[in-house]
């Protein structure tokens, strides 16, 4: 009966004493501390806890409860009383619990919060105690739960920890998805993500984390998979601070993460680490655009919004960690990046120029999507494929196809006689095969960069509209050319004329077009080289001009003097017909002139597409003389 009575004393005092934590006035100490206020002072084990806090998941979207566990690893442990709370990862209690085995548990509210800690409601022995638990509406950021779990009156063990779980916006499906469900609970959703959490290679640490509790954006395409990235930036959030981590490939001179609205240069808030005589800094800079000119400068930026937690040159690559607050107002513009969405923009180059850095020729890419930074993903640079085509089929198109056409229909009328191509004259079926394809090619390069752009461009450049000028032209002269009378027929000779007009219009329209390409922010091209290039051709293409009509002249003359002699001689019909049949004079020369051109464009071509394939490329310095 004694026993019985000391048990029941013992059960009262341990409700009463053991963390002690009431609504009404809970001592902050246990609030705060975690421990028990246990009559004479019994210390905490020191020993590895026998529990352990299970999470559902270490990333949880804002709106979702989070189901952990308390339990033991050790079948028929029990425990018979405990405190657990969320905390910040400055130690404030944080969220509240919205589920709990009430004839176990029950909440007390700390600090300001309610229904923030969960004790237990009796000393029963509990084997497990499944909880689940929300965040505070727009908190973003990393929590631990902490807590105190006593195995008896005198066996407790203080500050058991959960592993630490990221709050963010939304839990998002990213690219390229592995599914993991995780135990033990059974989760209420399936938390997919293509994280890398095992780093089997762990010379490199950086990829680490990637996509699990750090967003990840590098170059080239797919290198946070194969841990090979020349530039890499990696954002995670830390409650109200963003730490942005970049890395550079070891010849650049600074590298930079943007934040744009949209995937383009211009009016985007900049994070720069620079390497300043093998000492990192940390700046803030802007994006302007301006007569066509890109730049990027600290002017008038304050320096105070970033401050730079590491910054190092790892084997002569720049490594930095960058914080920035969530909310910053720069140049009247206001970054939430909890709220709302941005592009990444990646920048590296290997120059620096007095109050700011210098041209991105290491690496310039946009994040594919605008991605809310408060969400965990991969991201994969934007693709610049469709743009390229545009480039490639539009050089193919007006500098490769119609130079050639248009040269073969103007000056080899009469050469080639007596062969034949599915009927037609040789010159006649090449110029309308060529020309056919610079219809299709730069038709299908049209409709590429507007599905690339979904829409008008917004480059401050006469590009898109000469070019659509170019192309209204081009399909008046296939129209044109479709709808030829007959040699005979009284239209012909407006034909020939509207014909000869509408083509060279539409020629000269596409090389102007291409040239004002060449300072476009968006073709990363060599502008100065390109211009040259361009000015190349041209004059090329106005060299040959005069070289084949000034021979065209001089073959008609002695046609003429050959008419003269035939009426001269009356020659019979037969022999008459044969030389017609011949080529007109001074068809050796032009046919070689023609080849040599021909190696001219397909030199000029192959060199403008290597020079879209490896773009981008800085300037290249060069002088003629
Ligand atoms: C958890 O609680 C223990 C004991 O009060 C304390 O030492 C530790 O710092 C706490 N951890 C966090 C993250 O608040
Ligand atoms: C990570 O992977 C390596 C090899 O693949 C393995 O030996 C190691 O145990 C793994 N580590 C963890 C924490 O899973
Ligand atoms: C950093 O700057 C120092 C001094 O200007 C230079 O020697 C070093 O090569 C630079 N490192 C890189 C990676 O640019």
Not at 73 to 91: E, S, V, Y
Not at 399 to 410: M, P, V
Not at 481 to 504: A, D, E, Q
Not at 558 to 566: G, H, I, M
């Amino acid at each position: 009966m004694s026993m019985l009575l000391a048990h029941q004393i013992f059960i009262i005092f341990l409700q009463i004493q053991l963390f002690n934590c009431l609504p009404q006035g809970a001592p902050v100490s246990t609030c705060d501390s975690l421990m028990p206020i246990h009559g004479g002072g019994i210390p905490a084990l020191r020993t590895s806890p026998l529990f352990q806090i299970v999470l559902q998941s270490d990333v949880i979207g804002q709106t979702q409860p989070l189901l952990i566990e308390i339990n033991s690893g050790i079948a028929d442990l029990a425990m018979k009383g405990f405190i657990i709370q969320a905390r910040t990862l400055n130690g404030q209690q944080i969220g509240s619990f919205t589920s709990y085995p009430d004839e176990f548990a029950k909440t007390i509210d700390c600090g300001n919060g309610i229904a923030n800690t969960v004790t237990h409601a009796n000393t029963k022995p509990k084997r497990s105690i499944g909880l689940a638990w929300k965040a505070p509406d727009n908190f973003i950021g990393d929590i631990i739960f902490n807590s105190t779990i006593a195995q008896d009156y005198d066996k407790f063990w203080v500050g058991v920890m959960s592993s630490p779980v990221r709050v963010v916006r939304e839990i998002q499906t990213v690219q390229n998805t592995i599914s993991t469900t995780r135990s033990p609970l059974q989760p209420t959703y399936i938390f997919t993500n293509s994280g890398i959490k095992n780093n089997s290679e762990p010379q490199d640490e950086i990829y680490r984390d990637c996509g699990f509790s750090k967003t990840c954006f590098g170059v080239p395409n797919d290198c946070i998979k194969t841990k090979s990235c020349s530039s890499f930036i990696a954002v995670k959030v830390e409650g109200d601070k963003y730490v942005f981590e970049m890395r550079s490939q070891s010849k650049a001179a600074y590298i930079a993460t943007g934040l744009s609205t949209d995937d383009k240069m211009g009016d985007d808030s900049v994070v720069e680490c620079v390497n300043e005589s093998g000492s990192i800094k940390a700046y803030t800079s802007w994006t302007t655009v301006g007569g066509g000119k890109f730049d990027s400068s600290r002017n008038g930026i304050a320096q105070n919004i970033v401050n730079l937690r590491e910054g190092k040159l790892e084997n002569g690559m720049i490594y930095c960690q960058v914080e920035r607050p969530r909310l910053t107002t720069i140049n009247s513009q206001v970054f939430d990046l909890s709220k709302n969405e941005y592009y990444l923009l990646i920048a590296s180059g290997s120059e620096l120029k007095p109050f700011g850095v210098g041209y991105h020729d290491i690496t310039r890419a946009a994040s594919s999507s605008a991605l809310n930074l408060a969400e965990v993903s991969l991201i994969a640079a934007k693709s610049k494929i469709l743009l390229q085509v545009h480039m490639y089929l539009m050089a193919l198109a007006w500098i490769g196809t119609t130079s050639i056409g248009i040269i073969l229909a103007r000056y080899f009328k009469t050469t080639w006689k007596g062969s034949s191509m599915c009927g037609k004259d040789l010159w006649f079926a090449w110029h309308q095969l060529l020309m056919t394809l610079t219809l299709v090619l730069s038709t299908a390069a049209f409709i590429i960069i507007f599905v690339e752009l979904r829409g008008w461009s917004t480059a401050n450049n006469p590009h898109a509209i000469l070019g659509t000028i170019t192309m209204c032209l081009c399909f008046i002269q296939a129209f044109i050319g479709f709808t030829r009378p007959s040699p005979g027929s009284r239209n012909r000779k407006l034909f020939n004329w509207v014909h000869w007009f509408c083509g060279n219009a539409a020629h000269i329209f596409a090389i102007v077009t291409i040239f004002a390409s060449a300072t476009l922010e968006k073709a990363e091209l060599p502008s100065n080289l390109v211009d040259l290039l361009l000015v190349i051709y041209v004059a090329i293409h106005v060299i040959i001009h005069i070289l084949l009509s000034l021979f065209g002249c001089m073959s008609e003359r002695k046609e003429a003097q050959k008419v003269t002699s035939f009426q001269m001689t009356e020659m019979n019909q037969s022999r008459m017909l044969a030389t017609m049949k011949q080529d007109s004079p001074y068809s050796a020369f032009r046919k070689t002139i023609l080849g040599i051109y021909i190696l001219v464009i397909i030199a000029v071509v192959a060199t403008l597409l290597t020079l879209i394939t490896i773009a981008p490329t800085k300037d290249i310095e060069f002088s003629l003389v």
